[in-house]
């Protein structure tokens, strides 16, 4: 059971270049998220998934694209990097989004933007 | 949406001390909140979280403490240990379902 697996761990892009970062897990769990993670901010809601087929915007989604096409899936897209979207970026997966259902957290993408 | 405050942003104690990190919500539907603990370049890893029908709970050396009217709930870190140097961030799941994080606290452990 490998829990939340994020790839890659690391990758720098040029700006205006487009990747795909791939959230995987294998807890049957219905809910998915991404955050984004910057020094003095927090954990920020980029966009997020109630199920297979689902997506919404969080509280940053701008120039970030996702898809949930498979259950244990959820990828993340940049379609034009830039600067500003250097980051740390974290997947987590919980059962459901109500009251006492923990998320749980892969090791993270940490991504430089040139 | 839901705001989460954390106050101090740096603590620092010295070791077998105790340690409290205190956070204050905003919107008053929130009903699940956990503590994260993150060390220097890992994951967010869950060490406690409390429900709005409890207004304390504990695991070992730590507790979390949970205040519906005033809108705060603090972690409450017993007998510190160098390994509990970390980040510790606080969250709060609102009427909107989704979890609001607060900015983080990091604790250093003085040996």
């Known amino acids: 059971n490998a829990g939340v697996t994020q790839t890659p761990k690391f990758r720098v892009l040029k700006t205006g270049q487009s990747m795909t970062l791939l959230c995987a897990q294998d807890?049957?769990?219905?809910?998915m998220y991404w955050y984004r993670q910057d020094p003095g901010m927090g954990l920020r809601l980029i966009h997020y998934s109630v199920g297979e087929g689902t997506t919404a915007k969080g509280e940053v989604p701008d120039g970030y694209n996702v898809s949930r096409l498979k259950k244990q899936n959820f990828l993340l897209g940049l379609e034009s990097a830039a600067p500003s979207q250097t980051s740390v970026y974290f997947c987590?997966?919980?059962?459901?989004?109500?009251?006492?259902?923990?998320?749980?957290f892969g090791d993270g993408t940490r991504l430089s933007i040139l | 949406g839901e705001n989460v405050e954390q106050h101090p942003s740096t603590l620092s104690v010295q070791e077998g001390d105790s340690a409290v990190i205190k956070c204050t919500y905003s919107?008053?539907?929130?009903?699940?909140f956990p503590w994260y603990k993150q060390e220097l370049g890992k994951r967010p890893q869950l060490i406690i979280d409390i429900r709005s029908n409890v207004g304390e709970k504990k695991d070992q050396r730590i507790a979390v403490t949970l205040n519906k009217t005033a809108k705060h709930f603090s972690l409450h870190i017993t007998e510190t240990q160098p390994e509990d140097s970390a980040v510790y961030f606080c969250a709060a799941r609102g009427g909107n379902n989704r979890l609001a994080f607060g900015k983080g606290n990091q604790v250093v452990v003085i040996p």
């Open positions: 919107d008053s539907a929130s009903n699940y």
């Open positions: 807890m049957n769990h219905e809910y």
């Open positions: 987590a997966s919980s059962y459901y989004g109500n009251s006492n259902q923990p998320q749980h």
